[in-house]
């Protein structure tokens, strides 16, 4: 299949590439289009043939749903139930990066669903995501744009290294501002589903009342609803076997002397800064700004395979506000491989195939797991 890529100002969307993307979308076709959070891949959410073809190109389990992106609270209203007392607020948090699970009405197919009886919704707070709802006339499926386990797309060169050739459309409006997903918030039972770009702490003064955080919050376990246990953990992941340091900062020179071999850091441009010259380091932005940690973390992750490193380690942040959703994603990049020592890196590293024999994909994948004890 030919991707037609169209480059599209976020600020002042072309009228006739819109409509062009719309009417991809309209017959049930497949564009990738920009949200403020992540590039999404989408679809008609109503036609459950459409929503089918997105499972497929994703390589993602079919019992795992799609969010379903609206224009209005209009449209929203189309596809859930909202709870009469939380409808205000829900109205005045959207578009933005929010997502709210709600009871289901019948017009949302199953496929979308994941066979469940309820529905994530969502209006995303960008122009060009909200002109391509509006001119399809259709709600818009969309998961984030990436290939099943791997880090989201946050911008259109990811989607493109992803999707060239598989999908109709590919938009670029250059990189996604937040660059975390949103946040799910189950407004049924009160609970966090995932964390994300919308703080637990804004939710909390929104509605008066704290969300549950559940266990998927710090990234142990899931919202999703993975078919094989193991399954469930991995997500986000690069190829390059990654483990997370989760000691302070000031520790981190010293538990990684001694690792011999090609390593890579991913991490603060603090961080960075002391360990120029002994790795290759990949910044992802101050400390002290955790939006632009959340900003640049898919991308360092995608960047991070380029290196070619043996294996890479990651740090730990501050889990307030967006750090919560941070912090998930990169403990299940690591796949839950950590260390705070000098003693327990070198037994993760020794437990990694030799240098020099490093392979991509599959292999890749089997290698951090051996490294990890989960083959
Ligand atoms: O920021 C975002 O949310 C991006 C952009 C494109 O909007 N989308 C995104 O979609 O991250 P995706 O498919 O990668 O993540 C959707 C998550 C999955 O973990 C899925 O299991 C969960 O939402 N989900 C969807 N419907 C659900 C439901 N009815 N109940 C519980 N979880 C649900
Ligand atoms: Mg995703």
Known sequence: MKTRILKIDRH??????????????????????????VYGIGTNALSAEAARKIYKVKGRPSDNPLIVHASDMKMASKIGIFPKRYYKIVESLWPGPITFVVKARKTVPLEVTGGLKTVALRIPEHRVALELIRESGVPIAAPSANISKKPSATNAGHAMAYFSGKVDVIIDSGAASIGIESTI???GTFTILRPGAFPAERIAAAFGRKPIIGVAASGIADADRASAPGMKYRHYSPDTPL???TGAPSGLAGSMAGIKGSIAFVGSDESCRILRGRCRTIRLGSRKRPGEIARNLFDGLIKLDAVGARFAVIESFSEKGI???IMNRIRKAANHTQFSTAAQLKKLAARLPEAGVRTAGRKGQERRDAASGML
């Open 323 to 325: 750090g919560l959703g």
């Open 185 to 187: 918030l189950n407004l």
């Open 243 to 245: 483990f997370l340091y």
């Open 12 to 37: 002042n969307p072309d009228k006739g590439k819109m409509r062009a993307a719309a009417s991809v979308i309209r017959r049930g076709g497949i564009v990738v289009f920009p949200t403020e959070t």
